[in-house]
Structure formats: structure tokens, C-alpha cells
């Protein structure tokens, strides 16, 4: 099966910058999209940010200008970039890949962006 590893999360200040991982690994069959999700307490989980495979991506509007999302197809990895964090951005991240087969889901990494 699929695992996806995620790591990069922590705790740091507004303003302040962290970069995401996400590893795919096992019985993989053509990814396609990648992309990060994020879900904040007593909300649902939410769109951050898509990347296909030629490289086009899609944000959420809320972190359009800061986050930078990237991959590496050789790798099986996927990047996010999250500069100027805001309190708000505190949420468990979590890494998606999609494939012909079906969609796979990282078990998460908390990030915390203190005020």
C-alpha cells in the first residue's frame, strides 16, 4: 500500500516562515495532483493549496502571496512553503496525493503560529 510522510511542522512566530514535506512511498501507480489540505479545531478540513504534475497549482485565497507549494516528481515529494504565518494558519496539514488507482491522505502535522 501507500504511505505518505509528512514533516516540517512546529511552532513559530507570526510572521515567521516553515516549510512542508510529504514523501510518497509503496505501490504507487501514476500521481497525479498533490496537493495540502489543512483543518483547524471544530472546523472542516480545508483546500490549501494543488499542484499537478507539469507543475500548475491552485490556492486558497487566504494564503495566495505566502505559501509556495513545489514537488518533485523523481521524489514522490511534495513541498509547502509557508512564509508571513499568521495566527490563523494554526491547523494540522495534512499532504494528498491523487492517483489513477484513488486519492491517498498523509497522517498530518500540526502547525502553530503564535501571536
Known amino acids: 500500500q501507500v504511505q505518505l510522510v509528512e514533516s516540517g511542522g512546529g511552532l513559530v512566530q507570526a510572521g515567521g516562515s516553515l516549510r512542508l514535506s510529504c514523501v510518497a512511498s509503496?505501490?504507487?501507480?501514476?500521481?497525479?495532483?498533490m496537493g495540502w489540505y489543512r483543518q483547524a479545531p471544530g472546523k472542516q478540513r480545508e483546500l490549501v493549496a494543488t499542484?499537478?504534475?507539469?507543475?500548475?497549482?491552485n490556492y486558497a485565497d487566504s494564503v495566495k502571496g505566502r505559501f509556495t507549494i513545489s514537488r518533485d516528481n523523481a521524489k514522490n515529494t511534495v513541498y509547502l512553503q509557508m512564509n508571513s504565518l499568521k495566527p490563523e494558519d494554526t491547523a494540522v496539514y495534512y499532504c494528498?496525493?491523487?492517483?489513477?488507482?484513488?486519492?491517498?491522505w498523509g497522517q498530518g502535522t500540526q502547525v502553530t503560529v503564535s501571536s
Open positions: 494528498k496525493i491523487n492517483t489513477i488507482v484513488e486519492p491517498y
Open positions: 509503496g505501490k504507487i501507480f501514476s500521481i497525479n495532483a
Open positions: 499542484i499537478t504534475r507539469d507543475g500548475s497549482t
